[in-house]
């Protein structure tokens, strides 16, 4: 190694990687280490989509009171979540409508999951002052 940052880069690598195998090959050891490091990072966030796939397959359990019968609606919709790699915080934000029948009255609505930074809105489209129970699982 020479340059002109070379104590500066081994020092920030030290802490990172401070596992010695002999003083001859100890900054070759931590180089190795970083790149190791670097490449399980890449390969992680490569299958972030997947993971994210997997993880909203199982969808989201949902219970609120049908606005038309006053029977309670518990179903499972589609599950949504927010995308922490776009640049602007409002282009992460991610939304889906599932359609939900009540088995009492045959009354469809549109629910949607509305997936924010921190946190998840859940509402019953055309009907703003139902409440909607679910459990917010953004950081799952």
């Not at 030290?14 to 190791?36: E, G, P, V």
């Amino acid at each position: 190694m020479s340059g002109p940052n070379d104590d500066l880069l081994l020092a920030y690598l030290d802490t990172l990687f401070t596992k010695r195998i002999h003083s001859t090959f100890a900054d070759d050891y931590k180089f190795t280490a970083a790149n190791i490091w670097l490449l399980d990072f890449v390969n992680r966030t490569e299958n972030m989509s997947s993971i994210k796939e997997e993880l909203l397959d199982a969808g989201l359990d949902i219970t609120f009171t049908c606005p038309s019968c006053g029977d309670v609606i518990e179903a499972e919709v589609q599950d949504t979540c927010f995308d922490w790699t776009n640049d602007s915080l409002s282009d992460g934000i991610s939304s889906v409508i599932t359609d939900i029948g009540c088995p009492h009255c045959d009354r469809e609505y549109g629910v949607e999951v509305v997936a924010k930074p921190g946190e998840k809105d859940v509402n019953v489209l055309r009907h703003p002052h139902t409440e909607v129970k679910f459990r917010d699982n953004t950081f799952d």
